[in-house]
């Protein structure tokens, strides 16, 4: 009877879902330092929005995250799933002011708490992914044909990178391939949360086409990102302490360099690991 217990599935209700994304939105602000980004003291890159902002924002969108866990379970289509995001985005507007802190995290994470949803349990990343890929990929697909009007879609076509859009329609890789796993050695290699956090950023910013890099930098800037992260990395990351993430984040700063799309990769990775 105990073994039967202990493998038994964990019931995950669209209220855990929805609290687990807030706080994994939560963690990636709390990270520092984290180059070019808004932290809890720092603005990085950014002169228009700063901690207060973020956490306005974040308040904004912790009932999205459950909307959009019950529309999985529920079985609804793409369109409603699309809808509730939209409507988010709206609100995340008017709690900032029309500034811009969370659309790609109300993208990857809402979708990703819907297939929890769907899922109705804790299960695997690789469930989850199945889950995404099986349910709305056929749409994510039609999705990533139309074109984009916001600015990183507009700079990853212009520069032919991969967008978020396709990245979502091909199972989100970057995130299930790269920022996951990284997250879970770290963690199996003993690193507290900051630097195995901090690592796994790293990680992410080595492969992902990042869209805010190259609207701000272009492919110039996107590469320099890429080959500073492989650096750190390849130096011992975060185990050799923060000195190198802080110069890093100097020329970030520089550069007018922010890695949203790996921030908000690795907010999805801090959610993984408080659902699976």
């Not at 808004?38 to 306005?56: E, I, K, Q």
């Amino acid at each position: 009877m105990k073994a039967r217990l202990a493998s038994a599935p964990v019931a995950l209700t669209a209220q855990d879902i929805g609290r687990a994304a807030t706080l994994a939105l939560y963690d990636e602000l709390a990270l520092s330092p984290k180059p070019g980004l808004v932290t809890l003291t720092d603005r990085g890159s950014h002169s228009d929005m700063d901690a207060r902002t973020f956490m306005r924002s974040l308040l904004a969108l912790r009932g999205y995250f459950v909307s959009i866990a019950e529309l999985g379970a529920a079985g609804a289509p793409f369109q409603a799933l699309e809808r509730c995001g939209i409507e988010a985005e709206a609100r995340m507007l008017a709690a900032t002011g029309g500034i811009n802190t969370h659309r790609g995290a109300i993208f990857m994470l809402g979708l990703l708490c819907a297939c929890a949803g769907a899922l109705g349990r804790r299960g695997t990343p690789a469930e989850l992914r199945e889950t995404l890929l099986a349910r709305w990929g056929q749409a994510l697909s039609a999705r990533a044909q139309r074109p984009s009007t916001l600015p990183g879609g507009i700079a990853a076509r212009r520069l032919g990178l991969r967008s978020a859009s396709e990245e979502a329609a091909l199972g989100f890789p970057t995130l299930f391939e790269t920022a996951e796993p990284a997250l879970r050695d770290a963690r199996a290699r003993g690193l507290a949360s900051t630097p195995a956090r901090l690592d796994t950023l790293f990680a992410v910013m080595t492969v992902l086409d990042d869209s805010n890099l190259a609207h701000r930098g272009g492919l110039e800037g996107l590469r320099f990102a890429q080959i500073a992260a492989r650096d750190f990395l390849a130096a011992g990351g975060a185990a050799q302490g923060f000195d190198a993430a802080d110069a890093i984040g100097a020329e970030f700063v520089r550069r007018r360099l922010s890695p949203g799309g790996a921030a908000d990769t690795l907010a999805a990775a801090c959610w993984l690991e408080r659902v699976c």
